[in-house]
């Protein structure tokens, strides 16, 4: 077996498909092109790491959250945007508005709530314009800042708190000084490699008196340890010069310390608490300001040091103290006793960041790992922002109704499944979402061909069967075979069995095996990991606090892949660094690990990718930034696994540990991978990787799936919930052809297959304010790519791309013009043929385009035709009806007649119409004319006009309110809703009956007498008043046939 460098082949392959980086423009433009849709969902929101609230104006609310970004509101918490996204990193350790300047803001990036999950950054950056710009002001090596503190009267001077990274040794933590705004550090307090800030505070009435909380720490794959000897607690009387630590000579506990919480009241300065994790965990105060300490009490102090340790005391009454942990808890005593005020129920547990208004004490907004809640209150009463869509996906996945649904697990926010797109107005809600499972969510796998099962996970390995009709859940999780203990994943793999619509693969460290759906099981391996007696341990993680939730269960398999061309193979991904295959159904096993040259040995391997193309290419996540290994890892393998290639090198284009890939199902060349930072994308099978930076911010992506019926490309992200990018035809070209697109004066694609759906109204309220979520919807008709030649479009001007759909034979029954712009563009035939131009108070200008809104076309196939000079290029589209009920042909036939027949009879009123608009038309032109000429001269014309005018207006009123009618609404029925209802009554699915047949009884009647009051205007009236008119004037005859239709 051998590994190869790639660099070695990437000019080769760069070469052989045609892609040359000069034409690097190009492909950005039809990546730009592309429709990327948000869809959320955003009450299943995720982790807020960090709240500040602009002080004079406290309606506009930053936050910062664990891996989404940043975000702002200036409408209280009513409306929300993201101001981070073009930054190389969405996770957010600690904020901090300057308090002399609101415009300075200050961001540090890599959360401080070093959980088996949590994100790392890139180190901290300040906005001088209140957060619209970004500049990157240094502290790269940090990866984690946990509080930043801006100078009360000076922006220039900032302390930054550096927790550090948790995976490794490294000297980028303490704390760090700028008083020259970022351009310089100071490194002022650092205590060894493996100890950062854990919180740090300022005295409100001393800006050189800073108190800081170091912790020791450290996490491993297999373990989490906190404590050590270099957690303490530091003061400083000159702003971060000179630090003294605090021992127990001064009343702090004896021994080990872990992780502390710090606050202080501008109340009442001297009085200081400390949430101080050791031996026995407790509550201590100083009156004193920090000089001398004391315990309160240690019973009422949270549950999970090293998550949440943190504490506030309001900045009006240094007595009033919460305390966040699972819980949210409230003292009024200080700290004497608690109460809770957040149970476990009502606001989501697990409480990261804390807000008090110090002018308002009322005004509290919370940050847990479901999201943000605000009170006005005090307390009392808490408000969700349902509109943040920062869910954490595990896992996505996709099945094949129509539309398809998409499945996913988020961290501490349950399993869900949701609609990719909706045929309903508004968009897809929140309410279009439906929790199937709590618990810590994971992979959600839709039962192969049963749209009303799919099979969920908590973490730990805790499955269920679900029944999607009416939520029942059946626990199906392997029970022992022996007496060996099971170990399951966090984040465990489970996998359809591509040859048995009732199979199923589940993994422990063995793989599991059920040709039942889960009720009986068997083993089709033995353990597959190295079963390392040193890394199963996890009943004793946590350090000076156990905890031991499952997150550090080790020596397991995170990931079952069965080649779907190949029954019996199947691959397996560890997570202590094995590649196990088999060919053979589980009978034998080999480990590739070991023979992959330059493999991080005891690495993670999180996803395996077997090729849908060739049963011997098979892709290879690894990453091990658990390890403080940063590096992007994989591998693939084009012979079954005898030699491998690794796909990203270091330094290259691809930045962030690798997460996930996917290769393109009808494509073999087009491949998508998911990063910590981002997505990227290659169009020649991994030689070369562009980063995807249209419409998805640097999120870590952990999943993704690309539809096999629908061609769309779903990504499930770990901060910003699920994206959508719609049909991948335009890449598909691109990584067929390369520059053979691109060469092209205008391609239209493939459509994929449209429905005729009616589009219903939407659940729950119809007027929702501004404070909901609504993801991007896909919307109706058939949606059209097409690729325009950068240099073709600069020839063309406005509407001068003609289109049109013809049926098999040929005939045009739809047509229209666009002005073509360079790259992807868009557009969408709603099913209409040609129309009929409404009457109208305007003349239509010569170059309108045909008018649609004709009988919609029968189900059926129909080709899209494109124009642009000289340039063609055409496409086949297929219409459906809708599948939600049973169509009926016939009476869709029968539809169609009506509304052609009301067309008909329509054209007398439309042309009457135009004619009394020529007619006054001319009429105000001739006026306007004649305005020089002697009243003696024109005394006949003008009494004319305005009986003509007069008799006009009458007949215009026949058809339309008059025009200087004020008021809303009208009983008086005109002719426009006699020629409305006409066509009103064919609005439904049935086939029209005589309630239709007297509608157009109706509008042939009344239009037939309109257009005889109209003719009988023209030929006595109005060739009055054109022959007095000419008699002065010799225009009017020209100027009436100028307003003629061409």
């Known amino acids: 077996m051998q590994t190869v460098e790639f660099k070695t082949l990437s000019a080769f392959l760069l070469l052989a498909v045609g892609l040359v980086p000069s034409r690097a423009q190009d492909v950005d433009a039809i990546i730009e092109g592309m429709n990327v849709r948000h869809i959320g969902p955003g009450a299943m929101s995720g982790r807020v790491t960090t709240i500040d609230v602009q002080r004079d104006r406290p309606e506009v609310i930053y936050i910062g959250t664990a891996s989404g970004g940043l975000w702002r509101s200036v409408t209280a918490g009513v ?30 990036t890599g959360e401080g709530n070093p959980r088996n999950s949590h994100s790392s950054g890139r180190g901290v950056y300040r906005s001088i314009d209140g957060g619209a710009t970004w500049e990157f002001m240094g502290l790269e090596g940090t990866r984690n800042i946990h509080r930043i503190i801006v100078h009360p009267t000076d922006h220039l001077t900032i302390w930054v708190g550096a927790i550090g990274t948790a995976w490794g040794d490294s000297p980028d933590r303490g704390i760090y000084k700028t008083t020259d705004g970022g351009k310089t550090w100071t490194h002022q307090l650092y205590i060894d490699e493996r100890t950062g800030v ?86 201590y105060h100083s009156t004193d300001g920090g000089l001398n300490w004391s315990i309160i009490q240690g019973k009422q102090v949270g549950n999970r040091p090293f998550y949440y340790a943190d504490i506030y005391a309001d900045p009006s009454d240094e007595k009033r103290i919460f305390n966040l942990y699972s819980m949210v808890d409230l003292s009024e005593d200080g700290g004497k006793t608690f109460r809770t005020i957040l149970p476990y129920s009502g606001v989501h547990p697990d409480h990261h960041a804390f807000y008090i208004h110090p002018d308002d004490p009322n005004f509290l907004i919370d940050g847990n790992d479901g999201g943000l809640n605000i009170s006005r209150d005090g307390g009392v009463t808490w408000t969700f922002v349902n509109n943040l869509p920062l869910g954490q996906f595990y896992h996505i996945s996709v099945d094949n109704a129509i539309p398809y649904r998409i499945y996913g697990g988020m961290q501490d926010n349950g399993s869900w499944v949701g609609p990719s797109e909706v045929w309903h107005v508004g968009g897809i809600r929140n309410e279009d979402w439906q929790e199937i499972l709590f618990g810590d969510g994971f992979d959600v796998l839709p039962a192969p ?56 693969y589940f993994g422990s460290q063995f793989v599991h095996h059920s040709n039942d759906r889960g009720n009986t099981w068997a083993l089709r391996s033995p353990d597959l990991t190295t079963n390392d007696a040193e890394k199963l341990n996890q009943a004793e993680s946590g350090g000076l606090t156990i905890d031991a939730t499952k997150a550090e269960n080790h020596c397991t398999i995170l990931c079952i892949s069965p080649n779907p061309l190949r029954e019996g193979e199947i691959w397996v991904g560890t997570d202590d660094g094995r590649i196990q295959h088999t060919n053979d159904g589980g009978a034998t096993w080999t480990d590739h690990a070991e023979s992959i040259k330059r493999f991080p040995q005891g690495a993670w391997v999180p996803q395996i990718h077997v090729s849908p193309h060739d049963a011997d290419e098979v892709y290879v996540v690894v990453n091990d930034y658990r390890r403080n290994d940063w590096r992007p890892y994989l591998y693939r393998t084009m012979d079954g ?143 059209v790519q097409f690729y325009v030649h950068p240099d073709t479009a600069e020839v063309y001007g406005k509407d001068e791309l003609e ?105 007398s009123v439309v042309d009457a119409m135009n004619e009394v608009q020529r007619m006054m038309t001319t009429i105000e032109t001739v006026k306007d004319d004649l305005k020089w000429i002697p009243d003696s001269l024109k005394e006949e014309v003008t009494a004319l006009a305005d009986s003509l005018d007069g008799e006009l207006t009458r007949i215009e009123e026949v058809y339309y ?76 005859s020209r100027i009436y046939e100028g307003t003629g239709r061409h």
């Not at 930054?87 to 540090?108: F, H, K, M, R």
């Not at 649609?852 to 063609?872: E, F, Q, R, W």
């Open 198 to 283: 854990a919180d740090m505070i300022i005295d409100p009435s001393n800006p050189d008196k800073l108190i800081a909380a170091l912790w020791s720490h450290r996490r491993e794959p297999w373990f989490f340890t906190s404590g050590g000897e270099g957690s303490g607690l530091y003061i400083t009387h000159d702003g971060g010069d000179n630090w003294k630590q605090l021992t127990e000579e001064e009343g702090l506990p004896s021994g080990e310390l872990g992780r502390i919480g710090l606050t202080i009241s501008a109340a009442n300065p001297d009085v200081v608490y400390a949430l101080i994790e050791s031996s026995e965990t407790g509550l």
């Open 449 to 504: 061909k049963d749209l009303n099962t799919a099979y969920a996970m908590y973490q730990g390995g805790g499955l269920s069967r679900i029944d999607l009709r009416n939520g029942d859940g059946t626990s199906i999780q392997p029970v022992p075979h022996d007496t060996t203990a099971l170990r399951f994943a966090w984040n465990a793999a489970i996998a359809a069995d591509p040859f048995d619509i009732n199979g199923i």
């Open 641 to 783: 696994g005898s030699s491998w290639v690794r796909l990203v090198l270091d330094g290259g284009e691809v930045t962030g540990h690798v997460l996930s890939v996917v290769q393109d199902p009808e494509v073999p060349s087009l491949l998508f991978l998911g990063t910590e930072e981002g997505l990227f994308v290659s169009f020649d099978r991994g030689a070369n990787w562009k980063r995807w930076a249209h419409d998805v911010p640097s999120v870590p992506v952990r999943d993704m799936v690309i539809h096999p019926r629908d061609g769309d490309l779903i990504l499930g992200t770990f901060g910003r919930a699920a994206y959508v990018i719609d049909d991948l035809a335009p890449l598909r070209s691109l990584a067929s052809e390369g520059n053979g697109l691109m060469k092209e004066s205008l391609r239209v694609f493939a459509v994929p297959d449209a429905y005729q759906v009616n589009f219903r109204r939407h659940a729950g309220a119809r007027f929702p304010a501004d404070h909901y979520w609504s993801g991007a919807n896909y919307g109706g008709g058939a949606r």
């Open 79 to 108: 409306e929300w945007e993201p101001l981070f996204d073009d930054e190389s990193t969405q996770s957010i350790g600690a904020l901090a508005i300057a308090p002399s300047n609101p415009d300075v803001i200050w961001v540090g």
């Open 961 to 1036: 309110q008059p025009r200087d009618y004020k008021g809303t609404g009208s009983v008086t029925e005109r002719l426009n809703s006699i020629f409305w209802t006409a066509f009103s009554v064919t609005g439904g699915a049935d086939a029209p009956g005589g309630n239709a047949q007297r509608a157009l009884e109706r509008l042939h009647t009344e239009g037939t007498a309109f257009g005889e009051e109209v003719k009988s205007i023209q030929e006595g009236l109005w060739l009055e008043w054109l022959e007095a008119a000419e008699a002065v004037d010799r225009s009017p």
């Open 803 to 907: 289109w049109s759909i013809l049926n098999l034979e040929g005939d045009t029954l739809r047509n229209g013009a666009l002005t073509a712009e360079g790259g992807i563009q868009t557009m969408r035939w709603r099913f209409d043929t040609n129309g009929m131009d409404w009457p109208q108070r305007e003349l239509k200008k010569k170059k309108d385009q045909p008018s649609g809104g004709g009988p919609d076309v029968l189900p059926g196939k129909y080709t899209l035709a494109m124009g642009l000079g000289n340039h063609s290029s055409s496409t086949a589209v297929t219409v459906y009806p809708d599948p939600r009920v049973p169509y009926n042909r016939q009476a869709h036939e029968a539809r169609n007649l009506h509304q052609r027949i009301a067309m008909e009879a329509s054209k």
